[in-house]
């Protein structure tokens, strides 16, 4: 069941005047229930205006849609969801626990359950400790760590991150990382807009590419990085016993050393080289499918619409 | 609730502003002067009003010398409250609709009219509590030490915080429309050092420069369209001295605020963050 729905949104800034800027065009997607949705894009391809326009935050040229059922900016549906923003910026003169709590009473948490979600969340993002520290005092790690736990607070139906990992160090990305999976595996669906797309691919269920304000990709991780048909095999042994019968049957190859590795363009004709291979005394290492990383197939894609 | 959260939020963010510490701190400096000149001076103040009644038309010489008194406390304060809190209060609407923040509210389940109230509510107050910690301070030494209590000075709290408010409104709407502090601060200072006053003695300055009916009825437009912190500063002072007051500056300053307010909402409500 899709919980976001976007049907031709479109955005353009200052539409009358000679500066207006097409930030979104016409784009339509679907988020379903408990998924992990990625939405990937250069620099000003629209990715978080998108997201403001699904919160109410930025209103659309034109199009709809609706999040959780309700059309887009409904006040009412913004308590069973949450957002962390790019950039966010919380009063510098408040402690972690107060940004909390004020977010928390205006998303109209009872006092009882706010102060137990404060403890539970500060807990979620490793945040204990520096609760009563100022904003101010805080690095860009505990930043991001306290705009995530804001955006936990109300226990959110779909949550949205934009760039939630920016800034923070390794580990606390794993951390990151495995709470995003954690809020998916309890059923929250996750909408991520990110630069990092090696990050993306490691959570993301489905992910979509938007360039220039137009939506250009969008599938499941694995579809989208599949590379045709191909797989690939990897051998150590003597590798010269082989090389011949490679060559005279076309089939691309790289040798290192003693190992091997060969391309071939389907299952078939994987399953006959790894018998040649088998019967020449070399040993398999692995066999898998040929991928490109997200990121390769994210270059290329965003190269062949430029040109 | 929402909104007493973000009428708290304001009162906070004003607090952290040395310049609302500073106003409150300048009058505790003042009153413990004033304490200080209660406490320790000598004479007797009947004594040495004897003989006064000629100056005093017909009320009495203590009555007169405390209303004076009262009048020029209220009227320093008037002008050092406005500019002030002016001062303190213009980067509220701009800080609130910074890059960052405003998402961060808008994203929650507060409608817009609710951000823009709990904005104005809270500055109000902070300036409030102020003003009245000032009025009340001032009023309790001096009747303390003339044994002449008289509730007018403490009325003066109103008039005060009115035309904050007046002015304030004004602020929101440079605020919410270009999201500038400076800009908010000159056109309101410029406002309140130029104009208004020129417009409040308009027969004197501004007839003199032409006597077209145009022109001048230009200019009477302009007079009571716009805000009368002068007339309210009037009003303050015949409410101190008892004398009638002409309550036209009030309502016509309401309904320049009154509207202002509506169009800051309807722009607020149609802006896109």
Redesign the interface.
Known sequence: MPVIIASSLSKTYSPKSRHAVRALDNVSLQVQAGEIFGLLGPNGSGKTTFIKLLLGIAFPTSGSGTVLGEPLGSTDVKARIGYLPENHRYPPYLNGEQILRFFGKLTGLESRLLDRRIDEVLKQVGMEQWRKVKFRKYSKGMMQRIGLAQALLNQPEVIFLDEPTDGVDPLGRKEIRELIKHLRDRGTTVFINSHLLSEVEMISDRVAILHKGKLIREGTVESLTKDGDQWEITAHGDVHSVQMDLEARSIHFHVEKERITIIVPDLQEANHVSDLLRSRGLLIESMQQKKHSLEDFFIKVIQDEDR | ??L???I??TI??S??KKTMIGFFAISNVILLIMLLIALFSDFDINVKLQGMEQFSNGASPLETLVRTMEVMIANLLYMAAIFLSIFATASIMPNTL??????????????RSTILAGKLIGGTLIVFFNVAYYIIGMWLIISFRTGYWDSGFLLTIFPITFAFVVLYVFLLFIGVTTRSSALGIILTYGFLIILAPLLAKREVFLYAISSSETYRGFVDVLYYLLPKPDDISSLMNNVILHSEINWMPVWSSAAFAGVLYGLTQYIFN?K??
Request: glycine share 4%; hydrophobic share 45%; net charge negative.
């Open positions: 609730m929402k007493l959260a973000i708290e939020d906070r963010e607090i952290a910074e890059k960052g923040a405003i998402d961060l509210l808008l994203s929650k389940p507060v409608s149609r896109d963050f």
